[in-house]
């Protein structure tokens, strides 16, 4: 590592670089940029303060590359991400005395012996190592410009609709812009300074890591950072050879000013006297790049070169329309159009729902953020968004950051299909076929069954053995509940090809396990799953001692009835299909309509709760977080206020006794609760639980997080529950199926979509409209109504299909227009049955 310095005005280092040089447009002075200003939009989080900690900072990204942006003038912080970068690596986990424990486990607690069969789990169950690894941040950009005593006009800024984060203030008679984006179509992060005075920027430059990495200048205009994702808290029972593995990662900045001077010592990449300069980013790791680290590096020098070989207002203006592409598709306004509030900051508006009071204008923009989140997050090609998306400053971060599947990821993709981002869902499926090997071996060592299994826990590599401990790790329905996403995308857009090819296999491999995973209960003659458990909850016993570890939890038993279902759906839609035989599978078929015949039944508890046990257990903690036997409320359809009345009154006891124990004391928890409201049809209980999201879960920023407290950690998965929270209040499509076994099993016929608008409105939201909201069957909506009253809806069919259209309560259907298709009569006057051609748009009015 050398220390001298090296003086030069541009980055002519190679032959590629001095390309760079010979666009002038790059280099052109900030008031000659051709760029374009932004169109006005309400859609913008802004402070009057920079963040002083990382959960109050404001995030970009592009899928792959993650920033926070802490907007301080003279000290400022950059916190970066690659989506790639986890200590550990692909290992066999599985425990090698599992498949025998499985077996005692059921006898001892079909026994009633709960202790002993939980006594087996941590030696003999849980995977070896039980840690799984986790996602470790890249590190920090550091831009040190020096005391800047006395700025004025200061503003930090995020863009929702350009996605750009800026930060402008004015100090000793100049003014600053520095904004920070990460580009989709370009693969880096860009950051752009200038000032409004000729030479008045400069600053030194590093990077640096919390743990494990080595940095260095490779020219006057360019650093370097790279090294090792090791594990923090490793196994300590492993050998120390064992535990130092990771992804290795390298990453480069690179300078590009319009004058002044750019020079390199050591690891400090100084600028001085410039007007304006652009800084590029781009990380790669042996994830990607498996054949060494000199490929790595390769393409991180042709990314920021090809980056930096573009004009800057080029550069902003692809990523802009990139971006918007994704999130001009939808919104949702709330009161008037013009926002009184537009011109306070976002933390103070936030700060007055926190006081009790209301602000329907930042709730739209809290719905727009939502979808900015998933869009940043997770495009297709990369992959899917973990717990905190891509955005986290640890090497060692709440949860690992990684991919818990017993609601959190779920959650995450709720918002997909109904926020019309539906190709952003594909990083899931990925996933989800990136389980299948690991999951093919678990499946076969645990328990005997043939498909895959994935616990409650995975990684980028697919780990599919349960881990950690009791609490959550014995829970074999990871990989199902999944897969009902893939079915979900087939019931959002009528994607035969895709049914066929991707969601029907992956219901037909879960399906095979857990028809193979299911026992008879020598009591009661029902088939039933286990050893299980109602993620995260723990019951009581006569004798006051809890557990976790049971027999036939009631979301097991909901998760197997929606594969089953789905599975048999799926083949109902393919059998008409061409090039199918519909004989396929007809012994699975077969017994999947006998194990759903032979399932336990809902039970309702002696309080009127919904069970969340095959006995009615009292709670260990009556205010837990998870409601995971309302499951069958939502996301799944199963109970429905019109099908199964009874079960939606129990579902409403539970929820009660939830909240008026502490229940929702996480923000993904909240918003289950708020979705789950909104499908028994109660707006003002739905709203309230928003009102407590923000109030109680949300940081000034807008980060979720997973707690009340000042210092509960950022969790994506709360952010994009609440947005669909806010999608099911005015827009429902799920089927109008209950839990009547023999109906289920009929098809799609028996489980027909009807669409509810404005189901769940509370009194608060009188006047509104939305747009661009997606349901099922291939159908775009947009509605507007005053005083708690449908107006006009705008219907865009994408698909050959009926649609069953169920006016707001209390109001009827007036009018459709163009009668081009002759509408069915419905049961009454508040149905429409209206049979549509893909690229056709109906209004319809209401009275």
């Known amino acids: 590592m050398s220390n001298r310095p090296t003086r030069r005005r541009f980055i002519a280092t190679s032959a590629a670089a001095a390309a760079v040089i010979s666009q002038h ?38 899928g792959r590359l993650g920033a926070c942006v802490f907007g301080q003038p003279g000290k400022d912080r950059i916190q970066l991400n690659e989506e790639s970068i986890w200590d550990g690596e692909l290992r066999d986990r599985n425990n090698p005395l599992a498949g025998e424990t499985v077996q005692k486990m059921r006898q001892l607690l079909f026994a009633g012996q709960v202790a002993e069969a939980e006594a087996l789990v941590l030696t003999d169950f849980i995977s070896v190592p039980r840690r799984l690894p986790c996602y470790q941040t890249l590190g920090d950009l550091h831009l040190d410009f020096g005391p800047m005593e006395g700025v004025t006009d200061y503003r930090l800024e995020l863009n929702l609709d350009t996605a750009i984060a800026a930060t402008t203030f004015a100090h000793n008679g100049v003014r600053y812009r520095r904004e920070v984006f990460s580009s989709a179509p370009d693969q880096v992060i860009v950051i752009r300074l200038t000032s409004d005075k000729i030479g008045k920027i400069s600053f030194a430059a590093t990077l640096d890591r919390p743990a494990n990495f080595e940095t260095d200048a490779l020219a006057q205009n360019r650093l ?47 600028v001085t006297n410039a007007t304006a300069i652009t800084l590029f980013l781009d990380c790669a790791t042996n994830y990607r790049y498996p054949a060494g680290d000199a490929i790595m590096r ?40 013009e926002d009184a509030n537009a011109a306070v900051a976002t933390d103070k508006r936030l700060q007055k729902i926190k006081a009790g009071g209301e602000d329907l204008g930042l709730l739209g923009i809290y719905f727009q953020f939502g979808r900015y989140m998933l869009i940043s997050s997770s495009r297709p090609g990369n992959f899917a968004a973990n717990l905190q998306g891509i955005w986290n400053e640890s090497v060692d971060p709440p949860w690992g950051s990684k991919y818990t599947i017993n609601i959190n990821i779920q959650m995450i993709y ?44 995975t990684d980028i590599w697919g780990d599919s053995s349960p881990v950690d401990g009791l609490g959550g790790g014995v829970w074999p329905m990871g990989a199902a509940w999944l897969s009902l996403h893939l079915w979900d995308h087939f019931d959002y857009t009528g994607n035969i090809s895709f049914l066929r090819d991707r969601a029907y296999p992956r219901l037909r491999e879960n399906a095979l396990f857990l028809l193979d995973y299911l026992v008879t209960d020598p009591k009661t003659e029902r088939m039933v799953t286990g050893p299980s458990c109602s993620p995260e909850n723990k019951y009581k016993l006569p004798d006051g001692s809890a557990h976790n570890v049971c027999m036939a939890p009631t979301m097991d038993i909901e998760i197997v009835r929606a594969v089953l279902t789905r599975l048999l759906q799926a083949a109902s839609v393919l059998a008409a299909s061409p090039n199918w035989d519909a004989t396929t599978d007809a012994e699975l078929h077969n017994r999947a309509r006998l194990a759903l015949i032979k399932l336990p039944s809902f039970q309702i508890g002696k309080a009127g709760n919904l069970q969340e046990w095959q006995q009615d257990y009292a709670e260990n903690e009556p205010g837990h977080r998870h409601i995971s036997h309302l499951f069958a409320l939502f996301p799944d359809d199963q109970i429905t206020p019109q099908r199964t009345p009874d079960l939606a009154r129990a579902a409403r006891v539970t929820l009660d006794r939830r909240l008026v124990n502490g229940g929702g004391s996480t923000g993904w928890s909240r918003a289950w609760i708020l979705c789950c409201m909104a499908r028994l049809h109660d707006g003002d209980a739905a709203y309230t639980s928003l009102l407590r999201l923000l109030s109680d879960s949300t940081r000034g920023n807008m ?119 002759e509408p069915i009569p419905g049961t009454g006057p508040d149905e429409l049955v209206l049979p549509v051609k893909a690229g056709e748009s109906f209004t319809v009015h209401f009275s």
Not at 243 to 257: D, F, H, K, T
Not at 424 to 442: E, M
Request: aromatic share 8%.
């Open 224 to 270: 370097k950072i790279f090294g090792e994702a090791l594990p923090v808290n490793d196994d300590p029972g492993l050998p120390v050879k064992e535990r130092q593995v990771g992804i290795r990662y390298y990453a480069e900045l690179l300078a590009v000013s319009t004058d002044g001077i750019t020079s390199t010592k050591s690891n400090t990449l100084t």
């Open 703 to 821: 980060f979720d997080v997973c707690g009340t407290k000042a210092d509960s950690p950022f969790q994506l998965d709360g952010n994009i529950g609440g947005s669909t929270g806010m999608i099911e209040m005015l827009l429902q499509s799920h089927a109008s199926g209950g839990s009547n076994e023999v109906a289920q099993m009929r098809g799609m016929e028996s489980a027909a979509n009807v669409i509810r608008l404005l189901p769940a409105l509370p009194k608060a939201w009188p006047n509104g409209s939305f747009r661009g909201l997606r349901a099922r069957g291939g159908l775009e909506i947009d509605l507007q109504w005053q005083n708690g009253k449908a107006t006009q809806a705008t219907l865009k069919a994408h698909l050959d299909l009926t649609h069953h259209i169920l006016a707001p309560k209390g109001q009827r259907i007036a009018s459709v227009s163009p009668q081009t298709t």
């Open 414 to 457: 709720w918002l997909a299909e109904r926020g019309n981002l539906s190709d952003l869902h594909a990083p899931l499926f990925d996933l989800i076929d990136r389980t299948r090997n690991p999951g093919y071996v678990t499946a076969q060592k645990y328990y005997g069954a043939g498909g895959y299994v994935v616990h409650h826990n």
């Open 25 to 62: 447009k790059a280099l052109a002075l900030p008031w000659q940029e051709p760029i374009t200003p932004d169109d006005p939009t309400p859609y913008k989080l802004f402070f009057d303060q920079p963040a002083e900690t990382w959960q109050d900072s404001l995030p970009v990204g592009n």
């Open 298 to 337: 390769q393409a991180v020098v042709r990314n920021i070169l090809a980056a930096a070989s573009r004009p800057y207002a080029e550069l902003r203006m692809r990523h802009i329309v990139d971006h918007q592409r994704l999130f001009r598709r939808s919104a949702i306004v709330l009161g008037d159009a």
